[in-house]
Structure formats: C-alpha cells, structure tokens
Nanobody, 118 residues
C-alpha cells in the first residue's frame, strides 16, 4: 500500500491549492472505514494535524485553518483531498496524508511541499 500525495506547489498569499492523496493498492473494505487526515510540517517545527475525517464522515480542523481548509474523500477512487483557500505564508510546509485503519495501522505518504509567498 502506498499513499501518494500531489497538488503542492508555489502559490501567492491569498491563493488556493487542492491537495490530493491516492491510497494505491488498498482494498475498499480497508479504505472506507479508516480515519483519514492531513498533517503538515513546517521547517524547524513538529508535524501537526491539519484536518481529520472520521469514519462517519465528521471532519475536525485545527484552529489555524480558520475555515479556510476543507478535507474530503472519494471512497470509490480511494482518494483524500484537502482544499486550501486564502493561503498565508505561515501555511508553508510539507503536507502529508495519513490513514489509520480499523486495526490501528498507520499509513503515511511521503509528503507534498506547499510554499506560499508573501
């Protein structure tokens, strides 16, 4: 199983990006009930939770997203998305997708870099 992120890049402050994560090689019965999340790690800082989508579809967000970010999923395509609007330079980080399946096994992607210029 591989978690493969895409969609990062360089954007000006106030711009938007949509990150995608594909769970390659994962069967549907494992993907669907898993908890799905996006984390980020800025230079010199610890990795932090950005947004999480529970098994029932309930989303939770870190306070710093301030309603700017939206996490979603497409079970049929085994995809996880993070729509990021009104980006700020402080959002610059490597963004990682994560899944925790019902056996508490963690799956991580290698990350995609988001750089927001002022």
């Amino acid at each position: 199983v591989q978690m493969v992120e895409s969609g990062g890049g360089l954007v000006q402050a106030g711009g938007s990006l949509r990150l995608s994560c594909r769970a390659s090689g994962m069967i549907t019965s494992v993907f669907n009930p898993a908890t799905k999340a996006w984390y980020r790690q800025a230079p010199g800082k610890q990795r932090e939770l950005v947004a999480q989508l529970g098994t029932t579809g309930t989303a939770d967000y870190a306070d710093f997203t301030k309603g700017r970010f939206t996490i979603s999923r497409d079970n049929s395509r085994k995809m996880i998305y993070l729509q990021m609007n009104s980006l700020e330079p402080e959002d610059t980080a490597v963004y990682y997708c994560n899944m925790v399946d019902t056996r508490e096994i963690n799956y991580w992607g290698k990350g995609t870099l988001v750089t927001v210029s002022s």
